[in-house]
């Protein structure tokens, strides 16, 4: 098994900028991660410092660039399992297993899912998270989107360039998104609100035909949008025992680390920076957990 | 890589002599992009096992819609002209290795 001094879950802003720093600390460095992360869905990156506009994914390509030049080992998997043994930690993948005195957590949130029936058979035959990468598929056709935040308005409004008719449905009365999208939305007449209504299930042949909803309706429809925001990807921290909060976000203290020794989380997954979770604060927490974890490992190897 | 047409279609996929598997993308579509590399990288791993194309469904909207693509990135695998399987969304290296050799394996 492959040792390292420090084991960075997730590639997103917080874990490549760690990997950065602990590079440069001289620490022998893993990043296994899946992808940027949620950052990517931003179009137009207009408030990061040195880029006056630019899109998340070309960001994130420079900093994976400039991690991978430094020496950082990035590996693109899905970690399984995350497991203490002794003073050591043992993180799985599929295939593989690397071992580490200590960890970074940078895992992000990822997009809330509906979990209704149908919602995963569906996916990629009607069922989408994703408004810009699949709305131009809907050409002329009807289109739900779940949700009533801005991503879900801002989705509506973007479909609706496509498609001929675009339903909103929103759990509650009143949509909660910005009040300048609301009123651009209700002046478009391809856009209708179903407020105080929720999907329960979707349904179809080969691909969706019909949402049914629990006003005893069903609403035909050729695509389904999930729009309802996002939540911490925390299924690893369980087994470690790592402190959350009510909302399942890591509690970290201003070093970025965990009630767990070793542990360290940084970026959208964690509390602090005032729960900004912007691309500024995720670099920040994690070039403060890559500074903690020298320190830690510097004193274990004394 | 192969890029696919409605004209070079039969050509390549159907009169392939290994299964074949398409990479359905678009240029808005940021997922695509960052399975693009990765794609790549699978088309070394694999060689003359299996066959690596893609569809600019921007460029190519008969080919979407003839196979009822509605969710980008999505990797289709042929073989002898017929659909196997599909892998929908993306997934990273590693997990998109362990998804093509279910597929192909059982061919």
């Known amino acids: 098994m492959e040792k390292y001094d420090t084991i960075i879950i997730g590639s997103g802003p917080a874990g490549l900028t760690a990997a950065i720093y602990t590079v440069r600390y001289n620490l022998k460095t893993l990043v296994i991660g899946q992808d940027f992360g949620l950052i990517t869905e931003a179009h137009k990156v207009e408030n990061y410092p040195g880029f006056e506009s630019a899109s998340g994914f070309e960001i994130m390509e420079k900093i994976n660039a400039h991690a991978i030049k430094l020496g950082a080992e990035i590996v693109n998997d899905t970690v399984l399992k995350v497991e203490k043994e002794k003073k050591e930690f043992i993180v799985k993948t599929g295939s593989k297993k690397y071992q580490a005195p200590t960890i970074i957590i940078a895992s992000g949130t990822k997009k809330r899912k509906l979990n209704i029936p149908g919602e995963e058979e569906f996916l990629g035959k009607g069922v989408s998270y994703c408004a810009t990468c699949d709305g131009p598929f809907f050409k002329d056709k009807i289109v739900g989107i779940v949700g009533g935040n801005d991503s879900a308005v801002i989705a509506a409004e973007l479909i609706a360039q496509y498609a001929k008719k675009v339903y909103i449905i929103y759990r509650k009365e009143e949509l909660r998104a910005k009040p300048a999208l609301v009123s651009e939305i209700k002046k478009n007449k391809k856009i209708e609100i179903i407020n105080n209504t929720n999907v329960t299930k979707v349904k179809g042949d080969d691909v969706l035909k019909k949402a049914i909803l629990d006003t005893g309706n069903d609403l035909e429809l050729d695509g389904l949008f999930i729009e309802i925001g996002t939540v911490p990807v925390t299924a690893l921290t369980d087994p470690l025992g790592i402190k959350l909060t009510s909302a399942k976000f890591i509690e970290t203290a201003e070093n970025q680390s965990t009630n767990v020794n070793g542990v360290f989380a940084a970026g959208d997954i964690t509390t602090n920076s005032n729960n900004l979770r912007q691309m500024i604060t995720a670099a920040s927490e994690g070039s403060i957990a890559a500074t903690s974890v020298f320190n830690y490992v510097r004193g274990i190897k004394k | ?107």
Do not use: H
Request: aromatic share 10%.
């Open chain 2, 1 to 107: 890589m192969i890029e696919l047409t409605p004209k070079n279609f039969e050509e390549e996929v159907n009169n392939a002599k290994t299964p074949v598997i398409v990479d359905f993308w678009a240029e808005w579509c940021m997922p695509c992009k960052m399975l693009a590399p990765i794609f790549e990288e699978l088309s070394k791993f694999y060689g003359e096992r299996l066959k690596f194309t893609k569809v600019n469904t921007e460029e190519n909207p008969e080919l979407s819609s003839k196979f009822g693509i509605s969710g980008i990135p999505s990797l289709v695998v042929f073989n002898k002209g017929e659909i196997v399987d599909r892998i929908t969304g993306f997934a990273p290296k590693e997990v998109m290795k362990q998804k093509i050799d279910a597929i192909i394996d059982n061919l």
